[in-house]
């Protein structure tokens, strides 16, 4: 193959990643050879993925959160996991946010999850 694979599971769940996490959501995506998977768009989640990967993860994923959006400061975690293999290599990457509104705000309502 000319490509590298990239391949993984993107998922949404409840919960700090120090504990149990229920997973609320799931998707499939492949990047490599063409975009593919059980996500809803996968051609924009490759493409965010790919411009979100730096220095061996996904930290690029997160942008500053949008300071016009007010979230509520309760404490209701959410952690997003990214599991699989990313250009050739296995990868698993993963993020806890405070809540669901601080997850948009920082993941500034990107495609990916």
Known sequence: SLYAPSAVV??????????????????????????????????????ELKAGFAGGGFGGLLASPDPDRACPQHF???????????????????????NACVMGTTLDGGEAF
């Open 10 to 47: 993107l998922s949404i769940g409840k919960g700090d990643a120090s504990g149990p996490v229920t997973v609320l959501r799931a998707t499939t995506l492949s990047c490599a050879p063409v975009p593919g998977g059980t996500h809803p768009a996968p051609e924009a989640a490759c493409a």
């Open 76 to 98: 209701d975690p959410v952690t997003v996991t990214l599991d699989g293999v990313w250009e050739g290599a296995r990868t698993s990457w993963q993020h806890t946010f405070s």
